[in-house]
T-cell receptor, first 113, second 116 residues
């Protein structure tokens, strides 16, 4: 999977608790993305990063924050998890923005109970 | 509104048969069109990327076509194998003139089952 590792792979958490998902890459790609995938929806962009400490919102960013302190790591935090955030989360990397190929991690299945 | 629509929603074929998946889009301004394969429980994997000037692109038994005038694309799978069972997702990249930013618009995918 092109040197992308997501952790954890599975997580069950309670409503109201903070949750952090980690994406680690070994490809030195500039762009990193967090998506969520839900039945009936295409992949939806949550946040993305175009460099260390450079991040921007995607189309479904409410309730999520991100940080990128190193090129290789991109963290997604759910400040206070809600049941609507139960989903499969994918991290992706690319060298350019929407031009070249994007590589995806294996996904994190998050369940908020 | 930028949209990507795929058909059929699901498809069942016998091993060894060919099939064609369709993608229609209303995305502007167009940058490129991608086809991804997503196995159950895995992340999407890129099959092809086509720009405006490319009509056909192949990747092994997968051949994608693009008609930028009609805004249609197809993915043809030849001599299907059991391992082709997956979701196939069409994604169109929109190019915004502000900076170098591009946005990916994802289709819902076609779920393909190849039976022995």
């Amino acid at each position: 999977d092109a040197g992308i590792t997501q952790s954890p792979r599975h997580k069950v958490t309670e409503t109201g608790t903070p949750v952090t998902l980690r994406c680690h890459q070994t490809e030195n790609h500039r762009y990193m993305y967090w998506y969520r995938q839900d039945p009936g929806h295409g992949l939806r962009l949550i946040h993305y990063s175009y460099g260390v400490k450079d991040t921007d919102k995607g189309e479904v960013s409410d309730g999520y924050s991100v940080s990128r302190s190193k090129t290789e790591d991109f963290l997604l935090t759910l400040e206070s998890a809600t049941s609507s955030q139960t989903s499969v989360y994918f991290c992706a990397i690319s060298e350019g923005s929407g031009q070249g190929e994007a590589f995806f991690g294996q996904g994190t299945r998050l369940t908020v109970v | 509104k930028n949209q990507v629509e795929q058909s059929p929603q699901s498809l069942i074929i016998l091993e060894g048969k060919n099939c064609t998946l369709q993608c229609n889009y209303t995305v502007s301004p167009f940058s490129n069109l991608r086809w991804y394969k997503q196995d159950t429980g895995r992340g999407p994997v890129s099959l092809t990327i086509m720009t405006f000037s490319e009509n056909t692109k192949s990747n092994g038994r997968y051949t994608a076509t693009l008609d930028a005038d009609t805004k249609q694309s197809s993915l043809h799978i030849t001599a299907s194998q059991l391992s082709d069972s997956a979701s196939y997702i069409c994604v169109v990249s929109a190019h915004f003139t502000a900076g170098n930013n591009r946005k990916l618009i994802w289709g819902l995918g076609t779920s393909l089952a190849v039976n022995p």
